[in-house]
């Protein structure tokens, strides 16, 4: 029940009861009996509810008033409710002269409420559109925040993959991949296809220390860079440097690392180059067995045209080596021996020991697809140049 409807009624039990006092001390006085008023009340429907209807039921030619309910006679004039015109009683007309304000229009309690609510709604609604506004504010703030981050986190990321590009070339435009620690079984199993009797023995082999190794060949271009020459057959800037000794590319080493400062570069030894080209593999090609597949990786007798091509054309093997298999033979550190009888299984050359030949790796643009396997492996005076031999760069950590 509303505050307006609880004073409504505490006014009417007040009026009705000084009206009973008044009519029974004039029937005292008169010496006259008369049967006791009735007092006003709801009905039990109002009672429920706590509403008051507007709807007005003609009785006898009498009405009910909008709020006590009680029937009033409508031929009598009486207050009006200012807004929908319905007519109270004379109990609630004095009510809302006495108590209400002087100048407000009554109203009846369905006016009342409505107005209430129509004030009320414009700033519930103002309430909602600053809360809506706040909302947004807050959340294109987090939007924000997280771009921020997100933003920073990439600037981060590519720094650091700058940095780590940097560590991965050098100034001459050499790229490098580096190769993980680990171990391997060198050479090739009795039943490898094609195998050759100097992939013999079988052992394994420890690579205790990471390394770096060129992407690719040296090609011509870096070789132009640093010895102001090219001896190359097929000319071409990214095509391999070729024709060029194992003695050359010593003397290549020697000037790269006093024109870059340092003493890291060298040629890879014959374990870290097959560990490298492997990649963890143990068929005979760094993607399997199948010499099908070599066209998609190989530069080799079928697929050449009797010529080197550029590096990085084919597909790289599992660690983003390039050319391992064909294109030119490698240049590898270690003196050529028949066999790995007596070989190191750290990874280091083999310096001592055999003749003066030196061990060359992973065939060329005119080798058999026999040629181009992982454990392959042949030996070359050190003075020797041919058109179909290269070298690829190792650079220590």
Known sequence: MSEFKSRYLRLCDSLVELLHIEVMGANLKDNKVSPSPVTPSLSPENQKTGSMKEDLKAENGKRECPLCMNLIDSSNRSLLCGKCGAQFCQICES?????????????????????????????EEERIKNEKEEYERLKKQREE??????????????????EERCKLSNSFGMEFVKIPAGDFIMGSPESEKGRFENEDLLRKVT??????????????????AVMRSNPSTFKGDDNPVEKVSWEDAQDFIKKLNQMEGTKKYRLPSEAEWEYACRAGKTTRYYFGDNESKLGDYVWYYDNSGN????????????WDLYDMHGNVWEWCQDKYHDNYLGAPFDGSSWDGGGG?????????????????????????????????VGFRLLRKL
């Open 95 to 123: 009510w809302f002269r006495d108590e209400r304000k002087r100048g407000e229009r009554p109203l009846c309690e369905n006016c009342f409420t409505a107005e209430q609510e129509s004030l009320r709604r414009p700033i």
């Open 145 to 162: 925040e997280k771009i921020r981050k997100e933003k920073g986190g990439q600037d981060r990321l590519r720094k650091q993959r700058g």
């Open 207 to 224: 690579i205790r220390t990471p390394f770096l190794l060129g992407k690719y060949p040296v090609t011509q271009k870096q070789w132009e």
């Open 307 to 318: 010529k080197t091509h550029p590096v990085g054309q084919k597909k790289p093997n599992p």
């Open 356 to 388: 003066s030949y030196r061990v060359l790796r992973g065939g060329s643009w005119s080798s058999s697809v026999r040629d181009c396997r992982s454990a392959l492996r042949r030996g070359r005076g050190p003075g020797s140049r041919y058109d179909y």
